[in-house]
Antibody
């Protein structure tokens, strides 16, 4: 079964760090564009970051310089390292897979989400 | 950045009726637009990609149209399971951007 499972969400103080994981099964993450999308409580969806099948990364301005997206091909897992966390980073974080291998596109597979709360 | 604007914010519809949701882009692009459905406590679900192609397993009552700056999602006959929030997203440019969502509620 094609599936994504996020983990690592937690309560963290402002200025702190957290690493989210997204474990894939049923497909190879390195063959697809993989993205992170977040949703603040009661708000809409916000695109956060992408890792290309070739390994390049791109970030939303709101997280650039603070978040780092990486991939462990041997574990078939994505990692989102989040540093210098702010209250406005509080959200459910989803990882998602673009539909077509090696090409950017709509996201057809989503994880269930992991909750990050930034608060003192 | 392409700004996506959805209207209306809330749409009240009776079961069996037709619902028409709009999405406008601040810049023109061809067809790299998706629609997602989200129910409370769930992840988004892909409905439409390429502005008009239904994703796998999506019922035929969902249809998408448009290009340029104006896009539309139509639900021909609302079923109880269709009451949810719907988001459009452009994937033509980075950063990808979503509309703010349209909530389809029971009238």
């Amino acid at each position: 079964e094609v599936q994504l499972v996020e983990s690592g969400g937690d309560l963290v103080q402002p200025g702190g760090s957290l690493r989210l994981s997204c474990a894939a099964s049923g497909f190879t993450v390195s063959s697809f564009y993989m993205t992170w999308v977040r949703q603040a409580p009661g708000k809409g969806l916000e695109w956060v970051s992408v890792i290309y099948s070739g390994g390049s990364t791109y970030y939303a301005d709101s997280v650039k310089g603070r978040f780092t997206l990486s991939r462990d091909n041997s574990q078939n897992t994505l990692y989102l390292q989040m540093n210098s966390l702010r209250s406005e980073d509080t959200a459910v974080y989803y990882c998602a897979r673009d539909r077509v291998p090696t090409k950017p596109g709509a996201s057809d597979i989503w994880g269930q989400g992991t909750v990050v709360t930034v608060s003192s | 950045e392409i700004v996506m604007t959805q209207s209306p914010a809330t749409l009240s519809v009776s079961p069996g009726e037709r619902a028409t949701l709009s999405c406008r882009a601040s810049q023109s692009f061809s067809s790299n637009l998706a629609w997602y459905q989200q129910k409370p406590g769930q992840a988004p679900r892909l409905l439409i990609y390429g502005a008009s192609t239904r994703a796998t397993g999506i019922p035929a009552r969902f249809s998408g149209s448009g290009s340029g700056t104006e896009f539309t999602l139509t639900i021909s006959s609302l079923q109880s399971e269709d009451f949810a929030v719907y988001y459009c997203q452009q994937y033509n440019n980075w950063p990808r951007t979503f509309g703010q969502g349209t909530k389809v509620e029971i009238k």
